[in-house]
T-cell receptor, first 117, second 112 residues
Framework: NAGVTQTPKFRVLKTGQSMTLLCAQD?????MYWYRQDPGMGLRLIHY???????AKGEVPDGYNVSRLKKQNFLLGLESAAPSQTSVYFC????????????????FGPGTRLTVL | SQQGEEDPQALSIQEGENATMNCSYK?????LQWYRQNSGRGLVHLIL?????REKHSGRLRVTLDTSKKSSSLLITASRAADTASYFC????????????FGRGTQLTVWP
């Protein structure tokens, strides 16, 4: 199993350009998440999905859109990139259900390093 | 904010020594998790402790949880150079559909 994969690994954009980051998982997980990681800030949740066709806002959703058309894929879109969106983006997934014990851990992809000039 | 806060921000030790990292949080939780991140890589889950547990072990890892003080600690015994990484605590609540709230992390450096 490949686990969680992210495409692309690196990208440089100019202000105002758009792009889509792709996350794919082959573990049949229901829940998927997009985070951004900035120096000294830890991970902050952008958007998440609890199943195919569903999405919800996280902590820092402004400037991003997401779609979950297929269970295994979770797309993160930047419609008009800004320098403030320079960051490392991580996708994660986990199974649904469970009430706090084993099964609550998230599985992370390797990240996408995005620079907006 | 439900985010955890790790302490210290950075820790530097010699191989063979123990490393202790602390995490404090502000709201009630369902579980607390610790993750490791090697430089330039994604996060890897290390251990989960439920809110009704006080201590948990996994290999060289020992995690404690004190819900009355809203704090947790991660102890890595007999550290190795390969343990060099950033360590994050993350808190979860059962009602928030699996969302985790991450702290800013502790950067651990283990010198050979």
């Amino acid at each position: 199993n490949a686990g969680v994969t992210q495409t692309p690994k690196f990208r440089v954009l100019k202000t105002g350009q758009s792009m889509t980051l792709l996350c794919a998982q082959d573990m049949n997980h229901e829940y998927m998440y997009w985070y951004r990681q900035d120096p000294g800030m830890g991970l902050r949740l952008i958007h998440y999905s609890v199943g195919e066709g569903t999405t919800a806002k996280g902590e820092v959703p402004d400037g991003y859109n997401v779609s979950r058309l297929k269970k295994q894929n979770f797309l993160l879109g930047l419609e008009s990139a800004a320098p403030s969106q320079t960051s490392v983006y991580f996708c994660a997934s986990r199974p649904s259900g469970t009430s706090g014990g084993a099964g609550n851990e998230q599985f992370f992809g390797p990240g996408t390093r995005l620079t907006v000039l | 904010s439900q985010q955890g806060e790790e302490d210290p921000q950075a820790l530097s030790i010699q191989e063979g020594e123990n490393a202790t990292m602390n995490c404090s949080y502000k709201t009630s939780i369902n579980n607390l998790q610790w993750y490791r991140q090697n430089s330039g890589r994604g996060l890897v889950h290390l251990i989960l402790i439920r809110s009704n547990e006080r201590e948990k072990h996994s290999g060289r890892l020992r995690v404690t949880l004190d819900t009355s003080k809203k704090s947790s600690s991660l102890l890595i015994t007999a550290s190795r150079a390969a343990d060099t990484a950033s360590y994050f605590c993350a808190t979860g609540r059962g009602s928030t559909l699996g969302r985790l709230y991450f702290g800013r992390g502790t950067q651990l450096t283990v010198w050979p």
